[in-house]
């Protein structure tokens, strides 16, 4: 949880936090805004704010140090998992998990929509409903569309648009929804 969650769940100012951790004011408006990076901040800065905030020091800056992975890296492991897995067992995993709202949450919005656009494509594909809980991200999509690096790549080496349209016209409808170009998901090593 960010250190502006952990102030607004406990009710307390910036100028409380500084008061209560015993740091400069404009310390704590630094490290809240991001101009300063907990991370990198002193262990005894870290340690004052964790205190005050009654918690602890690896919770305050673990989500400072989550990295986002590659996108094409992501595809792959979601592709893989459903081949271990199975549509059935992947579509509970990904349900109970409610990993589609919290990558959402965290504004990882390519994962959550291409995650949600799979569950949606397993669904159709199984004879399944669609599950309501997510119908207000299913509104939302991404600005621009986003094709598979090998489609970019063809283009590149073309020097035209073909590959694109080419695969606009092949796209699962429920990825397409969203702006994401993807027209196979099962073919995967």
């Given amino acids: 949880m ?12 910036k100028y409380k936090l500084a008061k209560k951790s015993n740091l400069p004011h404009t310390t704590i408006l630094d490290i809240c805004s991001g101009k300063t990076e907990l ?15 009654d918690t602890t020091m690896e919770e305050l800056i673990a989500p400072a140090l989550e990295s986002r992975p590659d996108f094409e890296w992501f595809k792959s492991q979601i592709c893989h998992d459903i081949k271990r897995m199975g549509d059935i067992d992947f579509l509970i995993k990904t349900l109970e998990s ?38 207000d991200i299913r509104r939302a999509k991404l600005e621009n569309p986003v094709y598979p690096s090998g489609v970019l790549v063809r283009c590149i080496f073309s020097g035209n648009e073909l590959a694109k349209e080419e695969s606009i016209k092949n796209a699962i409808p429920e990825f397409l929804r969203h702006n994401i170009i993807e027209a196979e998901v099962r073919d995967v090593c």
Avoid: H
């Fill in 98 to 135: 409610r990993e589609i709202t919290q990558l959402y949450e965290k504004k990882w919005y390519l994962e959550s929509f291409y995650l949600l656009a799979m569950v949606d494509y397993l669904s159709r594909e199984n004879g399944f409903p669609l599950v309501s809980n997510y119908n």
């Fill in 39 to 53: 991370p990198k901040c002193n262990a005894e800065t870290v340690y004052k704010v964790a205190k005050a905030l």
């Fill in 2 to 13: 960010s250190i502006n969650a952990l102030l607004e769940e406990k009710g307390m100012t």
